[in-house]
């Protein structure tokens, strides 16, 4: 059966450390992979997307590598702050330009003073 | 803020009744998707509207409808409401053309209460 994993248990980290959140699947072919961040309560907010011929993609302190052999995408926040703590949700896109994305049940992220 | 606006935040309902919400997409976006996120999951994919069409569906009943506008706008309607429909529904507009990037900008949702 197909399935995306995220760690389950919330990460804590202190600030400043970096903090690497995984996003693995089976059965999966994905034309896109993309990660959100969501807060409580909140609707999830676009941070990064990479494509399947695609290995690393980087904004600001924020990057996604994207192995599709290994069937893993991996987050990193550098230089990370309290203000970074939320929920990272990621999603595959089996069509491409189509946007029909599925999520997994994504990671809660804790950095502290 | 993502220019998706949606209604009403909150609502709370008994089984067996309907349901209507409704979603504006953003400016210049033609293509509409709806989520329902149960506490503690990640958004399911209910279905995606496309020139006032549906143009993909998730595993969802038949009781859960939908309609897109012609001026983009959207509702998501509800029947025969059940105690496990009770969730945060999202609404995430997103643009189809050439240069689609494929990213969704989700509104805030609307958190609906089965009792």
């Known amino acids: 059966s197909q399935k995306i994993e995220q760690n389950s248990e919330a990460l804590n980290i202190q600030e400043g450390k970096t903090a690497t959140l995984t996003c693995n699947y089976t059965n999966y072919s994905p034309a896109y992979l993309q990660w959100y961040r969501q807060d409580p309560g909140r609707g999830p907010v676009f941070l990064l997307l990479?494509?399947?011929?695609?290995k690393e993609k980087r904004k600001e302190r924020l990057k996604v590598t994207f192995d599709t052999t290994l069937k893993q995408s991996l987050f990193h926040i550098t230089a990370s702050q309290p203000a970074d703590s939320a929920t990272y949700l990621c999603a595959l896109d089996m069509r491409s330009g189509y946007s029909t994305l599925t999520f997994g049940k994504g990671t809660m992220l804790l950095v502290s003073p | 803020e993502t220019g998706v606006t949606q209604s009403p935040t909150h609502l709370i309902k008994t089984r067996g009744q309907q349901v209507t919400l409704r979603c504006s997409s953003q400016?210049?976006?033609?293509?509409v998707s709806w989520y329902q996120q149960a506490l503690g999951q990640g958004p399911q994919f209910i279905f995606q509207?496309?020139?006032?069409?549906?143009?993909g569906r998730g595993n969802f009943p038949p009781r859960f409808s939908g309609l897109q506008f012609p001026n983009y706008s959207s509702e998501l309607n509800v029947n025969a409401l059940e105690l496990d429909d009770s969730a945060l529904y999202l609404c995430?507009?997103?643009?189809?053309?050439?240069?689609?990037?494929?990213?969704?900008?989700f509104g805030e949702g609307s958190r609906l209460t089965v009792l």
């Open positions: 995430a507009s997103s643009t189809r053309t050439g240069l689609n990037t494929g990213e969704l900008f």
């Open positions: 400016s210049g976006h033609n293509t």
């Open positions: 990479i494509r399947e011929n695609e």
């Open positions: 509207y496309y020139r006032e069409e549906e143009n």
